[in-house]
């Protein structure tokens, strides 16, 4: 009876290549944030063996059963239900249906897709920003929605529209998103406020962007000056040690050699010379012969006296 039953089951899978899983509906074309359930259905021809079906990407978790159709026949359903957000716009869901014996030697698989349509309001990126120079003042502002969305600009409160002092350039980025920059003219020490608003039929966003000081602007637009500057005070950093280092070398080496010349002295001293002896007793000579004339000189004038 296995026997039996296997050559029927491989019967089955021999047919014509298994027809193609039915999704439902076969367009989805909802609001972000709204909760969506895509059934997909594949008929069961060998019903000892049921087909296995799978959804890629899984974005959670589906409910398969077995059920029996109005004609006898029975078929697998799957139901994926998720809640859909601007992230899924344009990502492509797939269901896909896998035959295959007990012990897996033959299999067959079909599958069948369909492409989320969201509609959601503009996301305006963080990127947008603006810079300054003496003259003029540019600011970007980029934003992704579904319809695509449009931009406008206000400065100040006021909405700005192309003039001599103010030109505002577009660039489409896909089906969905749009690129804006405004170039103005200002004022030195002017500081206006800028607004981007992005809008669609879905709905609208905003973002305000912050326009620098003239000091903030021209430091942070010439960090060269601050490296110089760093740099200048290394240098002079280096300079005042070295000088410091030459200056007590220097004195070092003059204390050194004043120490030096009082040992030399100091053991010359005793190295005295032959003649300077000499000398030495030709002086005293000389003082002894003064002292005898002085002692005749004064006997003689005592002998006068008497």
């Not at 899924?88 to 897996?104: A, E, M, N, S, W």
């Not at 929605?145 to 700005?160: C, D, I």
């Not at 204390?255 to 001293?269: H, I, M, N, P, V």
Request: hydrophobic content about 30%; some cysteine.
């Amino acid at each position: 009876m296995i026997e039996v039953e296997r050559f029927i089951l491989i019967g089955c899978l021999l047919q014509a290549s298994p027809p193609k899983p039915k999704l439902s509906p076969e367009k989805v074309v909802v609001m972000e944030g709204t909760s969506v359930s895509l059934s997909c259905s594949a008929a069961a021809s060998c019903p000892k063996l049921p087909p296995n079906l799978t959804w890629t990407p899984s974005l959670s978790d589906s409910l398969d059963q077995l059920q029996e159709n109005e004609d006898q026949t029975k078929s697998v359903s799957s139901v994926l239900t998720f809640t859909v957000s601007h992230l899924h716009h344009g990502q492509k869901i797939t269901c896909r249906v896998l035959y295959k014996l007990q012990q897996g030697d033959i299999q067959k698989t079909s599958n069948t897709s369909l492409t989320l349509r969201v509609l959601y309001m503009p996301q305006i990126s963080d990127s947008g920003s603006c810079s300054r120079t003496a003259a003029e003042i540019s600011c970007s502002c980029e934003s992704r929605g579904n319809p695509s969305p449009s931009m406008e600009w206000h400065v100040s409160g006021l909405r700005v529209t192309n003039s001599t002092d103010r030109l505002i350039s577009e660039e489409q980025l896909g089906n969905t998103g749009l690129r804006s920059s405004l170039t103005m003219r200002h004022s030195q020490g002017d500081t206006p406020t800028v607004l981007c608003l992005s809008t669609n039929t879905v709905g609208s966003s905003s973002l305000r962007l912050h326009v620098r000081c003239p000091q903030q602007q021209s430091g942070l637009q010439s960090p060269a000056l601050f490296y110089v500057i760093i740099a200048a005070l290394i240098c002079l950093y280096v300079l005042t040690v070295g000088f410091a280092v030459h200056k007590i070398k220097r004195l070092s080496r003059r204390l050194k050699g004043g120490r030096d010349g009082d040992t030399y002295a100091s053991l010359q001293l005793p190295n005295i010379s032959p003649e300077y002896d000499v000398l030495q007793v030709k002086n005293k000579h000389q003082k002894d012969t003064v002292t005898t004339q002085e002692e005749d000189d004064d006997y003689q004038n005592t002998g006068d006296g008497n």
